[in-house]
């Protein structure tokens, strides 16, 4: 909503059209990034700068939305759909029959992968996923959620509980994940990004307001017009409701409850809590912005009572400005020591929309598309606000197409890694932070790079 003072001098309104229409020419003339020389052949390691690249796991992570790292057990784990260039429930929905999601584990020290072992799915459910979330409860145990449009063009979330058989041969052998229930409900029509507060609740990103369901065409161009129209949920199971079975796979339209806690997104994506969950930033992917929320009480995934979740207040404080196509994020839960008065995230996601369209169109084989991870910093605390100091807030948005709250941590033309998607950190054994990133449309595994200063 405009600030007040913007409401005290109409003639301030006129600005909205015109930087509506310059943030339109920012994206048919976008920033594109060089080639950056860093692989040969996509195969050896090379040393530049002091940091280490290579691309890992290329037999099992291709069209991977979204990676976590699960540190406990030092394995990312990545959702990986193959059949996406058959079934894209926005680009081309074909078959949902197509090659199913899976996850994929990737030993963060031996970089070994394999898939997930996956227990309970009913049979004649389809699976294809995109963002996933990680949630380590106070009793032990861990739940992933992950969004999914395999049971049609309208998505819904699922519920797994991991589990880790310490005895296995390697790690990427002993996780297996098994299906609790799904979260469905008229509002959640276009799911993208999950995080999970506990097994019954989800914060999620509904990416479009217009359901593809009902008209396609009118999805697209609410995506291409970067119009404001999407929101974000909190999402709680209805334990009364009906779930799927092995006998009966069908998903009722309501088996949970929703409360819209922040709207008027072009596209809203990506979806984060900083790690003391004081903090939510959510991703506006047309919109080539994040919008930062301060949250009451906090919401720390796995140790947040049931009452707290239903009552938490989500108050905006601003927008960052980022300048290209922002998809996913991830909090940085060990981030520089010399710096203790900011959270830090990482989003990943397209330079240019009108390549990253064209590629998706040749189904990732014959176009490319640009690759950027940037780090962004959030201070901990609010900032001080008034009638003044909103309208800069809004005037900042409007006309700014980087803010310095921003670092480019990596980019690429996409000839050595196209589409990023999502970028995530972990402090590796030598003290080092590395980096994993992930491509929608890469087939050459996950991008690792070693000793990334943030």
């Not at 037999?59 to 057990?73: F, P, Q, R, S, T």
């Not at 260039?85 to 090659?99: I, K, N, R, T």
């Not at 072009?266 to 790690?275: E, F, I, V, W, Y």
């Not at 780090?375 to 006309?399: D, M, N, W």
């Amino acid at each position: 909503m405009p600030p007040l003072l913007f409401y005290a001098f109409p003639p301030l309104l006129v600005l909205y059209p015109i930087s509506y229409v310059l943030h339109l020419a920012r994206i048919l003339l976008p920033l594109r990034p060089k080639r950056t020389p860093l692989l040969k052949d996509g195969k050896q390691v090379l040393a530049q700068g002091g940091l280490a690249v290579s691309l890992e796991g290329a037999e099992h992570i291709l069209n991977a939305e979204d990676i976590l790292v699960w540190e406990k057990h030092r394995v990312a784990i990545v959702s990986s759909d193959p059949g996406r260039p058959v079934y894209d429930p926005l680009l081309a929905p074909g078959s949902q029959s197509a090659p199913q999601a899976r996850l994929v584990a990737y030993d963060l020290e031996s970089r070994r992968t394999g898939v997930i072992k996956m227990a309970g799915w009913p049979k004649g459910r389809y699976l294809h996923m995109l963002g996933i979330g990680l949630c380590d409860n106070e009793d032990g145990t861990t739940i992933l959620a992950a969004a999914n449009f395999g049971n049609g063009l309208d998505g819904t979330v699922e519920v797994f509980r991991l589990d880790y058989d310490a005895a296995a041969p390697s790690s990427v052998e002993a996780i297996t994940a098994t299906y609790l229930h799904t979260l469905a409900h008229p509002d959640l029509t276009f799911p993208n990004a999950v995080v999970p507060l506990s097994a019954e609740s989800v914060l999620v990103t509904n990416s479009l307001g217009r359901p593809v369901s009902k008209s396609i065409a009118l999805a697209k161009a609410e995506m291409g017009l970067a119009l404001p129209l999407s929101y974000a949920l909190l999402v709680t199971l209805d334990p009364k409701a009906k779930q799927p079975t092995e006998d009966d796979p069908s998903v009722p339209r309501t088996t949970a409850t929703s409360r819209v806690w922040a709207k008027r997104f072009a596209m809203a994506n990506g979806l984060d809590l900083s790690p003391d969950g004081r903090v939510a930033l959510v991703a506006s992917c047309t919109g080539c912005e994040l919008h930062v929320y301060d949250v009451d009480p906090p919401l720390r995934p796995g140790s947040t009572t049931p009452a707290d979740i239903a009552h938490a207040k989500f108050t905006y404080r601003d927008a960052i400005p980022v300048g290209f196509a922002i998809d996913n994020l991830s909090a940085v839960l060990d981030p520089p020591t010399e710096d203790n008065g900011n959270y830090y995230f990482l989003g990943a996601g397209h330079p240019s929309l009108v390549d990253y369209s064209a590629c998706a169109k040749a189904k990732g084989t014959s176009k490319l598309s640009q690759s950027r991870v940037i780090a962004i910093k959030v201070p901990q605390k609010a900032p001080p606000t008034g009638l003044f100091k909103s309208a800069y807030l809004e005037l900042h948005r409007l006309f700014t197409r980087v803010d310095p709250r921003t670092t480019t941590i990596f980019e690429d033309d996409g000839t050595e890694f196209g589409t990023s998607s999502t970028g995530v950190s972990f402090r590796a054994k030598d003290g080092a932070t590395d980096l994993l990133v992930v491509g929608l449309w890469e087939r050459r595994g996950t991008l690792h790079l070693s000793n990334v200063a943030l």
